[in-house]
């Protein structure tokens, strides 16, 4: 009685933190429309900067003190900031666009953390009352978990009186669905949006608070345990705070239950993916319908390259690779061949997020899992092994898009992830094991020789140039543009006689093959691949590289991927550049916010703006999905000789 005791104490108060973490979850995106990536920083900030006022960071104010600064001054007029600076651009913007700009807040708190607080050093946060506490039978009861749990019980009940009884609760409820009725009815949609982001950052630093003692005060590890409340959020509907508590205090016991009684065998290895597990689940049982979706009235996507246009580039990127290669030394080949290995994983993003509109948050773990069967098959350096992991990631994304051809924006970002998260905990940990590797060789290629850096990163170039030759052909394609006026309206689509389902099935497969392709390769850079090249994390930044770099065109996914990949290259020459390339990179993604078409639309805008000038501007390739809904649709049955005209 005493163990059970003791799992449902401990148990209880990670629900406590989860239910905290869900309904800042809950209040941001229920009143502004926008899923926060960046909540677990706030939350790490927030326990840093209580850790620094009291005495153990040095300033020695009352904790008490430090508590109500914290969580009635500093985070709301950090929340303000956010919305102000961050948020206000991306009304109607894309979920990726808005999950990009989060995930850049992200690491831009983290860099700033590291620069604050160096992280070799070892930090301990102490419980609230010393660590005091008092025993039911043998079981010894912190104050602390006392307070964790009154708190989430007090907040839950305070924050449902808001929404449904005051007028300021019922604002922010109605800010979401319309801020221009809101307007006219007399309310103050900015003000109230700004109320909701600094609410939401006082729980997220109230949750990290209450976190850090629990687990430890590491920059990374309160970033990343906040990911385990998204499960909690998503069975209250991101709507529902009582669905959501309820849902967080099951998840906090059954992971703790399951630590406690099963101690080996499947159950015990899955148990910290649990949460994951009951993402993935509640995405596919819950309606649809019952989250918010945006349409897109931003930017307009940069003109399509045509077929002579690519081909010619594509010879320029490989004879340009071929002349350059010859004074690089080993290290910066590979770093090359990286460079071009990553722009795959960009590319299939380019053909699945950037054509066809569907956030992906996978895309590593498809790379994983190609990496893993070229490991495997035919000793791991043989063109039967390419075929294989190109087979395997396209047979892996079909069975993903299944259960997942109805969900749209959200829904599918977070089932996505949830996959990444899932396969990095119990696949590539299990398989890797912690700190372990698999060998994997170049592919010999018909007697071609690859074994040299050289002739190896001339293979990843060619490979790259043909693949994006091909994404471009497909988007020029009757299919592409099936794509895009799917991406535009797929309810105008179905109506018109267009095969939806088929569509995003075969997109979504091909995407997978591309990463497939992408881990075929990457292993033959250093000849071997670890874990931590596919965690889920990095399924996040590969979002990001493609938003930065420039989602919509070729040549932005390989200047994202190249940023990337020489990143480590400049290290050495600058000094204090390791503690903050998070901060840079952070701050060029929250950059994307103002620029949706990436460093790549930028180019494509100056080459407009001279084939203008040159006299040499052809018609417009297509009509930019999001201008208006229905119209990239009715467009493409007029191409294809069907009934419905655009414009009519």
Same mark, same amino acid.
């Given at each position: 009685m005493e163990i059970f005791l003791s799992f449902t104490v401990v148990g209880l108060v990670a629900g406590c933190v989860y239910a905290l973490i869900a309904t800042g979850l809950v209040v941001t995106y229920n009143t502004t429309g926008i899923f926060n990536f960046a909540h677990g920083a706030i939350a790490m900030v927030g326990a840093y900067t209580y850790w620094q006022f009291t005495d153990a960071g040095g300033w020695g104010l009352n904790p008490v003190l430090s508590l109500?600064?914290?969580?009635?001054?500093?985070?709301?007029?950090?929340?303000?900031?956010?919305?102000?600076?961050?948020? +206000?651009?991306?009304?109607?913007?894309?979920?990726?666009?808005?999950?990009?700009?989060?995930?850049?807040?992200?690491?831009?708190?983290?860099?700033?953390?590291?620069? +604050?607080?160096?992280?070799?050093?070892?930090?301990n946060l102490v419980y609230f009352f010393n660590g005091s506490g008092f025993r039911i039978g043998y079981v010894l009861v912190y104050w602390h978990d006392v307070v964790a749990v009154a708190a989430t019980v007090a907040i839950a009940i305070g924050l449902r009186f808001l929404f449904n009884q005051t007028r300021t609760g019922i604002a922010m409820r109605a800010v979401v669905d319309n801020a221009d009725l809101l307007a006219m009815a007399g309310g103050q949609p900015v003000r109230v949006q700004?109320?909701?982001?600094?609410?939401?950052?006082?729980?997220?630093?109230?949750?990290?608070?209450?976190?850090?003692?629990?687990?430890?005060?590491?920059?990374?590890?309160?970033?990343? $345990?906040? =990911?385990?409340?998204?499960? !909690?959020?998503?069975?209250?509907?991101?709507?529902?705070?009582p669905l959501a508590v309820g849902g967080a205090m099951a998840i906090g016991l059954g992971q703790y239950y399951l630590n406690g009684y099963v101690t080996s065998g499947f159950l015990h290895r899955v148990q910290f993916a649990i949460p994951m597990v009951v993402l993935f689940v509640m995405l596919i049982v819950l309606p649809q319908d019952r989250l918010k979706s945006a349409s897109f009235t931003g930017a307009v996507a940069p003109r399509v390259a045509g077929l002579?246009?690519?081909? =010619?580039?594509?010879?320029?990127?490989?004879?340009?690779?071929?002349?350059?290669?010859?004074?690089?030394?080993?290290?910066?080949?590979?770093?090359?061949? *990286?460079?071009f290995i990553l722009a795959l994983v960009l590319l299939s993003l380019m053909l699945l997020t950037g054509y066809g509109g569907m956030v992906s948050i996978c895309q590593m773990a498809f790379v994983g899992l190609g990496a893993m069967v070229m490991g495997h098959v035919a000793g791991g350096g043989s063109l039967l092994g390419v075929v294989a992991a190109i087979g395997a990631c396209a047979g892996?994304?079909?069975?993903?898009?299944l259960p997942t051809l109805k969900m749209r924006g959200l829904y599918l970002a977070l089932a996505t992830f949830a996959f990444a998260t899932v396969m990095d905990q119990v696949v590539f940990n299990q398989a890797f094991g912690t700190g372990g590797s698999l060998a994997i060789g170049r592919p010999h290629l018909l007697g071609i020789p690859t074994q040299s850096d050289y002739a190896f990163c001339m293979l990843c170039c060619v490979i790259f140039a043909i693949a994006a030759v091909a994404v471009l052909a497909v988007r020029r394609s009757s299919f592409g543009r099936r794509l895009v006026a799917v991406n535009d309206s797929p309810a105008a689509c179905a109506t018109l006689g267009v095969n939806v389902n088929w569509t995003k099935l075969v997109v979504f497969t091909?995407?997978?093959? $591309?990463?497939?392709?992408?881990?075929?390769?990457?292993?033959?850079?250093?000849?071997?691949?670890?874990? $931590? @090249?596919?965690?889920?994390?990095?399924?996040?930044?590969?979002?990001?590289?493609?938003? =930065?770099?420039?989602?919509?065109?070729?040549?932005?996914?390989?200047?994202?991927?190249?940023?990337? !990949?020489?990143?480590?290259?400049?290290?050495?020459?600058?000094?204090?550049?390791? @503690?903050? @390339?998070?901060?840079?990179?952070?701050?060029?993604?929250? *950059?994307v916010g103002r620029d949706p078409n990436g460093m790549g639309g930028r180019i494509a805008d100056l080459a407009a703006r001279l084939r203008k000038v040159?006299?040499?501007?052809?018609?417009?390739?297509?009509?930019?999905?999001?201008?208006?809904?229905?119209?990239?649709a009715a467009v493409f049955l007029e191409e294809e000789g069907g009934l419905v005209h655009a414009g009519r």
């Open positions: 109500v600064v914290i969580l009635f001054v500093l985070a709301p007029l950090f929340g303000v900031v956010i919305e102000r600076v961050l948020m +206000r651009p991306l009304r109607g913007a894309p979920v990726d666009l808005t999950l990009v700009v989060t995930l850049g807040l992200l690491l831009f708190l983290v860099g700033v953390a590291q620069l +604050r607080w160096d992280p070799s050093q070892t930090r700004q109320l909701s982001w600094a609410l939401s950052c006082s729980l997220a630093a109230l949750a990290g608070i209450l976190l850090a003692p629990i687990a430890r005060l590491d920059i990374i590890l309160l970033t990343l $345990l906040v =990911v385990d409340g998204y499960a !909690a959020a998503i069975i209250g509907r991101l709507r529902s705070l002579t246009s690519s081909l =010619v580039w594509g010879g320029i990127l490989i004879a340009g690779t071929a002349l350059l290669g010859m004074g690089l030394s080993d290290i910066n080949l590979r770093n090359m061949a *990286s460079g892996a994304g079909f069975i993903l898009a091909s995407s997978a093959a $591309l990463c497939g392709l992408a881990g075929a390769l990457v292993g033959g850079v250093t000849h071997q691949v670890q874990a $931590l @090249q596919f965690a889920a994390l990095l399924s996040l930044v590969a979002l990001l590289l493609a938003r =930065v770099g420039g989602i919509n065109t070729a040549t932005g996914v390989l200047l994202g991927a190249f940023v990337f !990949a020489f990143f480590g290259v400049f290290l050495p020459h600058l000094p204090h550049f390791l @503690q903050s @390339q998070f901060l840079l990179t952070g701050f060029a993604a929250v *950059s040159t006299g040499r501007e052809p018609a417009p390739a297509y009509v930019p999905s999001g201008s208006t809904q229905g119209t990239a």
